[in-house]
């Protein structure tokens, strides 16, 4: 199929070049001509386990073009709607503005039957109303809300094989049409069965918002539940895989630690409780100003517990921080919590050394007064105590006996609860964890 995609981000550039590699013929369109550059020579503008590959393969193929003119979207059946909805500044409010140009800069280009399809995250309720501004343009195109579950460092994966299909339709009961024409895109995840659920706009725009604040309110729960254990001496990790034997609840989203942060999670659910509260329900959404406030007290617990092993003070004390993009697999460092912790350690006197696989150049743009170093060794050299802020594999993998000779004191806070402590301890090290004694 000839497809679109406005938006070339890390939603747009994978979903570019995963449809391209199912066969389809794919334009993806951005205004950023930078990143345009960097994709037509076949190079991701973001680290993406498997990005680089399918760029190539697919640009081998003849079947993946970038470009900055949307014009270049004429011909295309289907046009994908790819863009941010950033947080607005000063405002818990999705700040619309980039969907909004994105489909008003598209319409002199829609032919007749042409398919707008929405993947943007949005206030529900954005769906319809953009909907009525196609229609108006051209009363033969039809719009389909069909978000995005992907995951960053799987998004290929995610892309390709996803859990479920979502199709928002304007009148799901009776014009189908639009459906089938999306099922010829997805083709190859229906022929493995991927369920696919056909409804109205609200309720598919509600699934992608509502599935974001349930994980992150499975996240803030076994975060109030460290909070607890750090007041009683409980385990949290023993505690969350015990509850989560149970197959009503599940393991998965239990990892107590420095929280989550990202460009979704976090500005989802306070989008989603700006929405409400225009709705007039923003008491069915008042809980989630507690899942924020849980994520956010984590940060400044981590940085108290770093004052508390270094004695007392942070002034002076060599701090190596071991990651800093907001996940692993992943050098995006839009509100990562480790960022964050390692900025306030330094604003509070520390003398912060950070370190990150992938993220030090984004750390760098986004907070120039940290130190950033590209090794382990050269972060860790001399330090006070080491940090565990992103569980990259590496630092998961790191030998505690290797590290006790570098460092100036054999002390460890792990943020994010991905080493054994007994392993570190025998190797004589003061280990410190969130929610563990
Ligand atoms: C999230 C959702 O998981 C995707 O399904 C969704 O499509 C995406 O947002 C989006 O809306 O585009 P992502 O932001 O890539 O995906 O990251 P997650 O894997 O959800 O992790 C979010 C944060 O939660 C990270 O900071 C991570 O460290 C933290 N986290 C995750 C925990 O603290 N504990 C956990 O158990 C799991």
């Not at 108006?136 to 389909?144: E, I, K, R, Y």
């Not at 010829?184 to 992608?208: F, Q, S």
């Not at 989630?288 to 849980?294: F, H, N, S």
């Not at 998961?396 to 943020?415: F, M, N, Y």
Request: proline letters at 5%; charged letters at 25%.
């Amino acid at each position: 199929m000839q497809i679109s995609v406005i938006g070339c981000g890390y939603l747009g550039a994978v979903h570019s070049a995963c449809l391209a590699e199912l066969g389809h013929d794919v334009v993806g369109i951005d205004i950023d001509e930078n990143k345009i550059a960097s994709l037509r020579e076949g190079n991701a503008p973001f680290f993406e386990p498997g990005l680089p590959e399918l760029l190539r393969s697919a640009g081998e193929t003849g079947r993946l073009r970038f470009s900055s003119e949307t014009a270049d979207a004429r011909g295309a059946r289907i046009h994908f709607i790819a863009v941010g909805t950033p947080q607005k500044k000063g405002e818990n409010a999705a700040d619309l503005r980039f969907v909004d140009a994105a489909v008003e800069s598209l319409l002199p280009y829609l032919s007749d039957g042409d398919i707008v399809v929405g993947k943007s995250t949005v206030p529900v309720g954005t769906a319809r109303r953009l909907a009525e501004r196609v229609t108006a343009a051209n009363s033969t195109v039809s719009l389909v809300w069909n978000p995005e579950f992907l995951r960053e460092g799987f998004a290929v994966q995610d892309t390709i094989s996803p859990d479920r299909l979502v199709y928002g339709l304007q009148d799901p009961a009776g014009s189908p049409g639009p459906a089938a024409v999306l099922d010829e895109v997805y083709a190859g995840a229906l022929a493995r069965e991927t369920p696919r659920i056909i409804t109205d706009y609200e309720t598919a725009e509600l699934v992608k918002v509502s599935a974001n604040a349930f994980l992150a309110t499975k996240i803030s729960f076994i975060n109030a539940m460290a909070e607890v254990c750090e007041a009683t001496g409980a385990d949290v990790t023993q505690l969350a895989d015990a509850i989560g034997l149970d197959n009503r609840i599940g393991r998965r989203f239990l990892n107590a630690g420095l929280g989550f942060g990202g460009g979704c999670l976090p500005k989802d659910i306070r989008a989603f409780m700006a929405r409400a509260g225009e709705l007039g329900v923003d008491q069915a959404l008042s809980f989630l100003r507690e899942v924020d406030a849980i994520n956010m007290r984590r940060r400044n617990r981590t940085v108290d517990l770093a004052r508390e092993v270094c004695g007392g003070s942070l002034i002076g004390r060599k701090i190596a921080v071991l990651g800093l993009a907001f996940k692993p697999d992943s050098d995006d460092v839009r509100d990562s919590p480790a960022l964050n912790v390692a900025a306030q350690l330094q604003l509070q006197g520390a003398a912060v050394l950070g370190t990150d696989p992938q993220a030090v150049d984004n750390a760098r743009l986004r907070f120039p007064e940290l130190t950033l170093v590209k090794t382990v060794e050269e972060a860790t050299e001399a330090a006070d105590a080491v940090m565990i802020l992103t569980e990259w594999k590496e630092y998961r993998q790191l030998d505690p006996h290797w590290l006790g000779q570098i460092v100036g004191a054999k002390t460890i806070v792990d943020g994010r609860n991905c080493l054994d402590p007994l392993t570190w301890r025998a190797a004589g090290w003061r280990y410190r964890a969130l929610g563990r004694p």
